[in-house]
Every structure is written in structure tokens, then in C-alpha cells.
């Protein structure tokens, strides 16, 4: 890329920020997703981060997770897993079918997305949004990690499927954990 269209470049960027773009939108077009970022979710903190592979950080989004402290034990436990795992599949939600027992959409109730995550041992847990945006942050989930659809629709131009997706701990870990993961190191 040439000076002059790095000078135009930053010009434009610092246009879309004067006029209220939002941040992570604005580092969504530099960053392509294409499985290399990485995930980090903070149930402590109530927060997910998407880094790219140099470490930086992209966005940043509160998140609703489970109810219930801990890793998850088994399901129905209301939990969200701990460790590390990958986007297995990123699906359109409102070609998923109606639950005639519901009178929401799957949209309604998932978001626009819900990016389904390979978690050995359990079915069903993912990152999507939610119809009530006002929830989050907070602990009201059955193990699945909620995001506003608005958030939702920036953090889905940061990732996609392999994406790596570490889940920290609760509690009782070093505050240093989280610059562990950046680094890419196990905690």
C-alpha cells in the first residue's frame, strides 16, 4: 500500500469515528475474519475480546453467560464451559424451526447468528444475541455466552469457523490470566 493511500486511508477512519461509528467496526475493516483471531471470554469480568493474531485488541463486548458459577458439569447445570475450544459452525438462525412451544423466533431469542462452538461433551453452547439486550452483562443463560444482536452482528465480522475461543475461569485465578491467554499461553 502506497503513502498516499495510507494518508487517505487514516483520513477516512478518522471521518467514521468523528461521525459515530463504532471502534470495533472500524478495526472490523482492517481485520479480516478468516479463523486466525482469537477469542477470549471473561465470565469474571463479563466480557468477550477479540484479538487478532498479533495479540491486539479489536473489539471488546459485554456478555451475558450462565447462571450458575463454574465449569460446566453436565448439561442442564446452567454453566458455561471453561478451557478451549473452537467455532465449529456459524449458523443463520432464522432458518432454524419454530419451537411450537415458544412464541418467539429462533431469531427472536438467538440473535441473527449463532456461532456454535465444539465443546466435547455438551451439545447446543454457542455465542449468538438476544431480544432483550438489557440482560447483558449478566448471569441469566443456560451455558451459552450472549452478546446484543447489535454487538453481535461487529463480532461476527472478527471471527468465523476454527476461530480459536478461550473461556476463563470464574474466580480463584491470577489476574495475570487473561495476558497468559493473549500471549497464547495455557492457564
Known sequence: MNIISCHIRRIVLLL?????VPMATLRAQEEKADGTNRVIVSKQDMRITVLCPRGDTLA???IACGRNYGDKQQEWDFRTPEGHFVIESVEDT????RDSTRQETPGEIYGPRFFRLKTPGFTGIGIHGTANPQVIPGRITMGCIRLSNEDLKAFSRLVDVDTRVDILPDKGRERGSFSKLARGDDY
Open 60 to 62: 471488546v463486548f459485554p
Open 94 to 97: 432464522s432458518l432454524w424451526p
Open 16 to 20: 467514521w469515528a468523528l461521525l459515530g
